[in-house]
C-alpha cells in the first residue's frame, strides 16, 4: 500500500501500489471522493470532480 | 402519435417485420418516430476498418461503447447511413413514406459532451479516463420532426446528437427516443429488444407502475435496466404508456395494445 494525504481532511490515505491514473477511492476517515492522478512520477491525490457515468450506444 | 425503438440485434434479425409493422399503422396511430439502434453493426464495420470496438462499464453496471474520434467518424457513417438509410428502404417498400434524419439534422437533439467519465476497469476498480464522444441528450427540438409528421412521413432517426460545439456524438438511442417521446408527447414509448420483455426472478413481468419499474431497473442485467427506468422516466413525464417488447416476431408493433410484453403505465 501507498500512503497519500486527503486533500480534504489532510491526514493519511493508503492506497493500493498498483493504483493507476485516474483510479477512485473513498477515503473512509472524512467520507472524500479522492482521485489518483500522477506529477513528476509521484502519485498524488485531489478532490474528484463531479463526474457522471458514460451514456452513448 | 408513438416512438418506437428497435436495437440493433431485432433490427438485424427481423427488419422486414419490423418495417411491416410500422408501414402497416403509418396512417392510423397519428404519426410514428421510429428510433433505431445498431451498435453491434458498428463495431463489426470498425473492426474491418482495423479500428477495434472499445466498451466501458460504469459503476452502476452499465455497459457503454467507448467512442474515440476515429469510431466516432465510423459510428456516424454506419448509423446516418447504412443502418437509417436500410431502415427507410424497408419501410417505403411496404407502402409508407419516411424520412431519414439523424439527431444533428434540425439540429433535433442537441446533447452534452462528457469530457470525463467514470468506469470500472477490468479490475473491478473505479476510474476517471476521458470520455469520447458520446453525450447525454440535454434537449430536444421538434420542428423537424413534427413538420415531417404532419406531412404523414415516417420519421427515422439515427442517435447521433449536435453537442454544445457543433460536434457529432454517439448518444445512446434509447434515450434518444424516450426524450422523443417526452417531448413530442408520445401516447406510447415501445422499446423492442430481443426478449419478450422485461424478466426478473425468472418470471416475465407484466403491467408496472413507474415506481415499480424503477425500483426494478435498479435490480436487474445491463441493457434492460436502461431500458425499464426510462419507459418508467418517460411515464412519469407524462407519456401515457410504454411497452417494452420482442422485437423478432412477425409483428412487433402488435404489442401496441398492452397485450404481450412489459407495460409501464
Redesign the interface.
Known amino acids: 500500500m501507498v500512503k497519500l494525504i486527503c486533500p480534504l481532511c489532510s491526514s493519511t490515505v493508503e492506497i493500493p501500489d498498483?493504483?493507476?491514473d485516474?483510479?477512485?477511492?473513498e477515503h473512509d476517515a472524512c467520507g472524500a471522493q479522492v482521485?489518483v492522478y500522477v506529477e513528476e512520477g509521484k502519485k498524488k491525490l485531489r478532490l474528484?470532480?463531479g463526474?457522471?457515468?458514460?451514456?452513448?450506444? | 402519435m408513438i416512438v418506437v425503438k428497435a436495437g440493433g440485434r431485432a433490427l438485424l434479425s427481423n427488419i422486414t417485420g419490423i418495417a411491416n409493422s410500422i408501414a402497416s399503422r403509418a396512417k392510423t396511430l397519428g404519426g410514428i418516430v421510429f428510433v433505431h439502434?445498431?451498435?453491434d453493426l458498428?463495431s463489426e464495420y470498425s473492426s474491418r476498418l482495423g479500428i477495434e470496438p472499445k466498451f466501458?462499464t460504469?459503476?452502476?453496471g452499465?455497459r457503454?461503447?467507448?467512442?474515440d474520434l476515429d469510431e466516432l467518424e465510423v459510428?456516424v457513417m454506419v448509423?446516418c447511413g447504412k443502418i437509417n438509410k436500410e431502415v427507410v428502404s424497408a419501410i417505403n417498400r411496404f407502402g409508407a413514406n419516411s424520412v431519414g434524419i439523424s439527431g444533428i439534422d434540425g439540429p433535433t437533439l442537441l446533447a452534452e459532451r462528457?469530457k470525463?467519465?467514470?468506469?470500472v476497469?477490468e479490475?473491478g476498480?473505479?476510474?476517471?479516463?476521458e470520455?469520447?464522444y458520446?453525450?447525454?441528450i440535454v434537449s430536444v427540438k421538434t420542428g423537424l420532426v413534427s413538420r415531417l409528421l404532419e406531412e404523414g412521413y415516417v420519421v427515422v432517426v439515427a442517435?447521433v446528437a449536435t453537442g454544445t460545439e457543433g460536434e457529432a456524438l454517439?448518444?445512446?438511442?434509447d434515450?434518444a427516443a424516450a426524450a422523443i417521446a417526452v417531448e413530442l408527447r408520445a401516447e406510447r414509448l415501445l422499446f423492442l429488444t430481443d426478449v419478450e420483455g422485461v424478466y426478473y426472478e425468472d418470471r416475465l413481468l407484466g403491467t408496472l407502475n413507474p415506481d415499480q419499474g424503477l425500483e426494478i431497473a435498479s435490480k436487474i442485467g445491463p441493457g434492460m435496466n436502461r431500458k425499464l427506468m426510462l419507459a418508467a422516466r418517460a411515464v412519469k413525464s407524462g407519456v401515457a404508456s410504454a411497452i417494452i417488447s420482442n422485437g423478432t416476431i412477425p409483428d412487433p408493433l402488435s404489442a401496441l395494445d398492452g397485450s404481450r410484453g412489459t407495460l409501464v403505465r
Open positions: 498498483d493504483a493507476l485516474g483510479e477512485l477511492f482521485e474528484a470532480e463526474i457522471s457515468e458514460d451514456w452513448g450506444e | 439502434g445498431g451498435g458498428v466501458v460504469s459503476p452502476t452499465i457503454s461503447r467507448y467512442t459510428y448509423m462528457k470525463k467519465i467514470v468506469i476497469d479490475r476498480r473505479k476510474r476517471v479516463i470520455g469520447g458520446t453525450g447525454q442517435p454517439n448518444v445512446d438511442g434515450s
